[in-house]
C-alpha cells in the first residue's frame, strides 16, 4: 500500500483507535503527518456523535507518548553509534531520517535542555526526532514523558482547533479538503506558538532576574 492509499485509508476509517495507531506512527521513526489526523478527527467530530473533539486530542497525545516511547527507548539502550548507522541506512533514508536531521535535533536538545522535549514537539521537522536525543542523553523518563505530553497535547490540540475552525468557517465538505487546508496553516501555527512560548519564557527570566 502506498503513501496515497494508506492516507486514503485514514481517512475513510477514522476513529479513536486510528488516531492512537497513527498518531503514534507519526510520533516514532515512520513518516506519517499528523495532519492527515487529528484536523479531519476533529472536524468529523462536530458532526458526528461517535467522536468528541476533546478525546480526539487526549487520544492523540497518548498515540504521540507511545511513538515518542519508542524512540527514545531505541536511543537510549542503543546508543549513538546505531542510531547514526541507522540515520545513513538506506532504511533510514526511506524514513525520511539522515544524519543531519538526527544532529539538528541533538543540537535543538543540547541548546534547550530538557525542555527541547517540549518545544520540539512544536516544531517541524525536529517534532519526530526529538525524542531520540533525549534517549542518548540519558534523560529520565518521568520529566521525559512530562514534557512530551504538554508539548504533543499543545500541538494537537492546535491541529484540533484548526480541524474545529474549518468545520465552523468553511463548507469543505470531505476529509480530504480538510487535511489540504490544515496542512497549509499548521507549520505556521506551530512557529507562532514557539515565539508565543519563547516570549513568555524570556518574561519570566527577566521577571526572575529583576527579583
Known amino acids: 500500500m502506498n503513501t496515497a492509499a494508506l492516507i486514503a485509508w485514514v481517512l475513510a476509517h477514522l476513529n479513536y483507535w486510528v488516531v492512537l495507531l497513527f498518531m503514534a506512527i507519526e510520533s516514532s521513526f515512520i513518516p506519517f503527518p499528523s495532519e492527515v489526523v487529528v484536523p479531519p478527527a476533529a472536524w468529523l467530530s462536530m458532526s458526528s456523535t461517535e467522536m468528541n473533539i476533546v478525546l480526539v486530542v487526549v487520544v492523540a497525545t497518548v498515540g504521540a507518548d507511545l511513538g515518542a516511547l519508542v524512540n527514545y527507548a531505541l536511543a537510549r539502550w542503543l546508543g549513538r553509534p546505531v542510531v547514526y548507522r541507522f540515520a545513513n541506512s538506506r532504511l533510514g533514508h526511506m524514513c525520511l531520517i539522515d544524519q543531519a536531521a538526527v544532529e539538528k535535533a541533538e543540537a535543538f536538545f543540547r541548546e534547550h535542555g ?15 526526532l526529538i525524542s531520540i536525543p533525549a534517549g542518548l542523553a540519558g534523560m529520565k523518563l518521568k520529566p521525559f514523558l512530562l514534557y512530551t505530553t504538554l508539548g504533543a497535547g499543545c500541538w494537537n490540540t492546535v491541529l484540533a482547533l484548526i480541524g474545529w475552525g474549518i468545520y465552523k468557517w468553511t463548507d469543505l465538505k470531505t476529509p480530504e479538503q480538510v487535511v489540504e487546508l490544515a496542512t497549509k496553516y499548521s507549520h505556521e501555527l506551530g512557529y507562532a ?4 512560548a519563547v516570549c513568555a519564557v524570556c518574561y519570566l527570566v527577566y521577571k526572575g532576574m529583576k527579583r
Do not use: D, E, H, N
Not at 530538557?114 to 519526530?128: D, E, K, N, W, Y
Not at 506558538?193 to 508565543?196: D, M, R, S, V
Open 114 to 128: 530538557a525542555s527541547s522535549t517540549f518545544f520540539g514537539r512544536l516544531v517541524p521537522a525536529v517534532r519526530q
Open 193 to 196: 506558538i514557539i515565539a508565543i
